[in-house]
């Protein structure tokens, strides 16, 4: 089973960037694809960006696509979550997740892993 941490939220201004990072351990990173998802108060969880374990196949929703990019780096364990021109409406917390690699579509499958999750707040 795998381990996720994540890091890197915090508070910026519309417009501004951040980069999420998740720290992955126990079984080997490369057995899994990862993605990120976010929550907002009063809202339904939202995939954000997901990425197969080679990195070969990605997926961004419509409202992240052009302004986030999703990558991983199997020598650090760790995928990234690189968000540019934030809006306030980016402001949720941002969970990564897991899932055994599969040939499966990255989007509408169960990501059994999830860490605790990083606060990201943009302010207008």
């Known amino acids: 089973q795998v381990q996720l941490v994540e890091s890197g939220g915090g508070l910026v201004q519309a417009g501004g960037s951040l980069r999420l990072s998740c720290a992955a351990s126990?079984?080997?990173?490369?057995?899994?694809?990862m993605g990120w998802f976010r929550q907002a108060p009063g809202k339904e969880r939202e995939t954000v960006a997901l990425?197969?374990?080679?990195?070969?196949?990605?997926y961004y929703s419509d409202s992240v696509k052009g302004r986030f990019t999703i990558s991983g780096d199997n020598a650090k364990n760790t995928v990234y979550l690189q968000m540019n021109s934030l809006k306030p409406e980016d402001s949720a917390v941002y969970y990564c997740?897991?899932?055994?690699?599969?040939?499966?579509?990255?989007?509408?499958?169960?990501?059994?892993?999830w860490g605790q999750g990083t606060q990201v707040t943009v302010s207008s």
């Open positions: 126990g079984r080997s990173y490369s057995n899994y694809d």
């Open positions: 990425i197969s374990w080679s990195g070969r196949r990605t």
């Open positions: 997740a897991a899932r055994f690699r599969q040939q499966a579509p990255l989007q509408g499958y169960e990501y059994p892993f």
